[in-house]
């Protein structure tokens, strides 16, 4: 039983893992972000849970309540989902541009193109 | 899954499914705004994403049993490391002292906001906050840079029609949405003013008030959209929101005190509070408002001239 107290840090571990292996294992560039977007959202379960206090309420000030929740990784995950999602449209901004220049976004067909066109390269000066 | 409608939906999903959590782990701020951002806004430009790079995965992974295996060695690291972290819920773990206690019993007298959340993000860490948004500002540049397409005027009508024939099916859909949007804005404006007082401020207000004109961007066209807000007007604002949060520290640098110290706006400490928060949350909501709306116009605007090289070649 002293280790049940910990169940919520499995459970972001569990979900970064599962967001890591997105990451690692699938070649879509699409499939990648909604990846890196689990792996972003363990941290904010991470640090809402860790600002949980047993007995306190929202951090918002009231008569006759004297226990609250922290509210400092209230304020730093509030402006990092902001962040986040300006980050995620960047990145699919630049998915976006790699499909109009290799027609792919699959990782493996993009490097075989890259490939490709340096074996070219380096063919053309040693012709030369 | 291959299919990737599919894969952004159960993301779009995920993402309510954690806002709910985080209501029930006390953090109503938070919540607030990842129902709006993950399960709203985000859903959305993946799904325009999409329909510009192809909604099918070929899968192909690469060596997933190395990646399982690295996966599970990182996770039972970690797990082993929780071993010695404070219970969940524990009223005495390290994060609840240094500083939380004193924005908890203080945070009235210094800054006189009843959302402690509000007076830490807008007062006592307003510098964070500046950093934060001057990233967005970046990124909504970044996202400019890469898909903002030239368009040229001969090229309207073309792109006017092909439109019309899209919207001219959904009539029901745009009349409700049309009495829909004025509320929408009118309750980004009440987020906007009650962040002193509750969950909100600028934001969830920004975000949400994007949200109302995406909205309407996708029922009535881009260039109906951009005829009712020029895209260079949203890039001023943008900016001025920025400027306006910078200034406000530099006039509080100017009277005296330390940069974005607000005690030193007005002759009485906690009305200089108010006035400094209620300036930046402005302004963090001028610049996350169009920001997301520019982000959301450029996808756009780049998925019409893509739909108009495909019917260009269809001809």
């Known amino acids: 039983m002293m280790f049940m107290g910990l169940y919520n840090y499995w459970i972001v571990v569990v979900l970064m893992m599962i967001g890591l292996y997105i990451v690692i294992a699938h070649g879509n560039l699409i499939k990648k972000i909604v990846g890196l977007t689990i792996f972003q959202t363990s941290v904010f379960i991470f640090y809402i849970s860790i600002a949980k206090v047993d007995g306190g309420t929202a951090p918002i ?12 990784p209230h304020v730093l995950i509030l402006t990092a989902i902001v962040v986040g999602i300006a980050t995620t449209a960047l990145g699919l ?36 | 899954m291959k299919d990737l409608v599919a894969v952004v939906m159960l993301a779009g999903i995920y993402s309510l499914l954690s806002a709910s959590f985080f209501v029930v782990m006390d953090a109503a701020d938070v919540a607030f705004t990842e129902a709006s951002v993950g399960a709203g806004i985000s859903t959305l430009l993946m799904l325009v994403a999409i329909t510009m790079t192809g909604r099918s995965e070929h899968l192909v992974r690469h060596k ?39 924005y908890i019993n203080d945070s009235m007298q210094e800054v006189g906001v009843i959302n402690i959340v509000t007076s830490v993000l807008a007062s006592y860490r307003a510098f964070d906050t500046f950093g934060e948004v001057v990233v967005i500002f970046t990124a909504g ?15 309207d009508a073309e792109i006017d029609s092909l439109n019309k024939a899209m919207h001219e099916q959904q009539l029901i859909l745009r009349i409700a949405t049309k009495m829909l949007i004025p509320f929408i804005l009118l309750f980004a404006l009440y987020v906007q003013f009650h962040g002193d007082f509750g969950p909100g401020g600028g934001f969830q207000a920004g975000v949400i008030f994007a949200s109302a004109i995406i909205l309407y961007a996708m029922l009535f066209g881009l260039s109906t959209a951009r005829r009712v807000i020029n895209q260079s007007f949203i890039q001023l604002v943008a900016a001025i929101g920025v400027l306006l949060f910078g200034s406000t520290g530099l006039v509080s640098l100017l009277n005296g005190g330390n940069f974005l110290d607000y005690n030193v706006l007005f002759v009485d400490p906690i009305a200089g509070q108010h006035l400094g928060i209620f300036l930046i949350e402005w302004g963090v909501g001028c610049t996350v408002a169009s920001v997301i709306v520019l982000i959301f116009f450029n996808f756009a605007g780049r998925r019409e001239n893509y739909k108009r090289k495909k019917h260009r070649e269809t001809k």
Do not use: W
């Open chain 1, 93 to 128: 901004a630049l998915a976006v541009r790699l499909k109009e220049a290799y027609g792919s976004i699959e990782e493996k067909h993009i490097q075989d193109l890259d490939n490709h066109t340096l074996e070219n390269q380096s063919k053309d000066e040693q012709g030369c």
């Open chain 2, 141 to 155: 540049i970044g996202v400019l840079v890469l898909l903002s397409v030239e368009r040229r005027p001969e090229d």
């Open chain 1, 61 to 72: 000030l009231e008569d006759g309540v004297s226990q609250y929740s922290n509210p400092l």
């Open chain 2, 64 to 102: 997933p049993m190395l990646a399982l295996v690295v996966v599970t060695i990182i996770g039972g690291l970690l797990i082993y490391g929780t071993l010695d972290m404070p219970h969940f819920g524990a009223v005495d773990s390290p994060i609840h002292g240094y500083v939380a206690p004193r």
